[in-house]
């Protein structure tokens, strides 16, 4: 990876070669790594290696951007030329005001780990090979991805920004199946590489291989589900994508527009964003460099907030960027990347064990928005569903398709796990979402599939 001071230098002389009236430049350099395997052998070990520039300058209200993984000279210079002639072409922004400036407190974050940075092919090909191994003792086809990497980014402007930050990370997914069909799921990640737990999660998804045998079909209908946190963390990072950034509800496509201080989900139900937690996956700053700050967007139910880059800010008198920019050119505006839920003082047996009859869900998959102003959303259940009866966990169903509103379904939590866990969020190499394990009334399945 490259050294700070290196990197902040070419920014710098970048900078230098725009004669716009305000400039920004933002480097992303990513080494990563990934080993594959599936029917219980390694099949796959790639690494990349990629930096990149994007420019972008501002001529009064007329902004332009451009980018390139060239970074000779010749090549920065001709890329800073083409965000001009952009610029040159564009129609005035009539609610642009300005590229941030300088200023705010960055919060001093531990991002990067030695030992994952360092992380070798055939370290990751011993832990798949103790995955495999366990699959084979239990009779079952192994399938996942490891991943190790180095992630370097940073921001300068004409304005007095310059700042950068190293991340590391590591990322297991596992899917066994038995020959039938039935498949069990374990994922975890961390910037350190040591606090991937290979063999337990294999044993789980081994168990959910045993305990999804013989699967049964059950009519479409509601019920009372048990979700773990990769299903939670699945419709959290789905209110986030819909609604939970300004541009959203400047332009009125969030389910939060003309709701804020109102009643929006159950009382128990409290979301925030915090690039800052190192219970997450912290990011200090934005795309735009701008410090990030922690935002509730949800509390006791109660919609409270939701974030804002430099652009939207600048579209609200009296507003300030909170620090969620995206990379410019950037349509969608800005989102929060590292999601927390509330945790409760339940856990998963208890939910199963006060359940009459019901569906525990691992994960969802193919999850897509239907109505995003009633934030309803559809998907499958995958890789572990399951019937509870009489509060025991009886065997496993045939998977289901979901058609539900998160808004509706958060106001029908009976019970939240006191543990939680960061799973992927939006954007997995930068982010997370901590959210616990939940117990949910009358969630509304649609449709059944052939597929365990």
């Keep these: 990876m490259i050294n700070t001071e290196k ?18 430049v933002l ?11 599936a029917n219980n052998c390694i099949h796959q070990n790639v690494s990349e ?40 072409n564009q129609k005035d922004n009539p609610h642009f005001k300005s590229l941030p400036p300088a200023g705010g407190k960055y919060a001093s974050v531990d991002t990067f780990d030695a030992e994952t940075a360092s992380f070798t092919p055939d370290q990751r090909a011993q832990i798949a090979r103790k995955v495999i191994e366990i699959a084979k003792r239990n ?7 490891l991943s190790t990497g180095t992630i ?27 020959s039938d069909g039935a498949s069990g799921y374990a994922e975890s990640f961390s910037a350190r590489m040591r606090e991937i737990e290979s063999e337990q999660m294999a044993h789980q998804a081994a168990e959910k291989c045993a305990k999804g045998a013989h699967p049964a079909d059950l009519p479409p209908g509601q019920y009372t589900v048990v979700l773990e946190p990769y299903a939670v963390g699945d419709m959290v990072g789905f209110l986030a994508y819909l609604g939970f950034g300004a541009l959203a509800m400047q ?13 929006i989900t159950g009382e128990n139900i409290t979301i925030w964003d915090d690039g800052t937690s190192a219970c997450g996956m ?8 701008v410090p990030k700050q922690p935002v509730t967007l949800i509390e006791n139910g109660t919609a409270r907030g939701v974030v804002y880059d430099s652009y939207t800010a600048g579209r609200e008198e009296g507003k300030s960027s909170t620090g969620h920019a995206l990379p410019a050119p950037n349509t969608f505006g800005p989102v929060p990347l590292n999601l927390f839920m509330k945790s409760g003082d339940s856990n998963l047996q208890e939910m199963i064990e006060s359940t009459e009859r019901g569906i525990y869900v691992t994960r969802f998959h193919y999850t897509n928005p239907l109505e995003p ?12 569903t399951f019937l509870i009866e009489d509060g025991q966990i009886k065997n496993g169903v045939r998977n289901l398709r979901f058609t539900q509103s998160i808004l509706e379904a958060f106001s029908r939590v009976s019970m939240i796990s006191r543990d939680t866990k960061l799973v992927p969020g939006l954007e997995e190499e930068l982010g997370g979402t901590v959210v616990p394990a939940l117990k949910i009334e009358k969630f509304n399945f649609t449709g059944a599939t052939a597929a365990v």
């Design 373 to 384: 102003i009633k934030a309803v959303i559809t998907g499958m259940t995958r890789d572990g």
């Design 251 to 263: 332009e009125g496509r969030s389910f939060m527009c003309g709701r804020l201080g109102q009643r």
């Design 7 to 24: 990197t902040l230098s070419l920014l710098k002389k970048t900078l230098a070669l725009s004669a716009a009236d305000q400039t920004e």
């Design 152 to 178: 370097q980014v940073a921001v300068a402007n004409s304005l007095g920004i310059q700042v950068c930050q190293s991340f590391t990370r590591g990322a297991l997914k596992i899917v066994f199946q038995t």
């Design 282 to 289: 912290p990011l200090p700053f934005d795309f735009e460099g």
């Design 49 to 88: 290696k990629n930096r990149s520039l994007s420019i972008r300058v501002v001529l009064g209200k007329k902004i332009g951007s451009a980018s390139t993984n060239l970074l000779d000279p010749e090549s920065i210079e001709n890329t800073v030329a083409k965000a001009l002639q952009i610029a040159r």
């Design 139 to 145: 009779h079952l086809i192994a399938s996942g991805a």
């Design 27 to 37: 480097f992303w350099a990513n080494d990563s790594h990934l080993t594959r395997f």
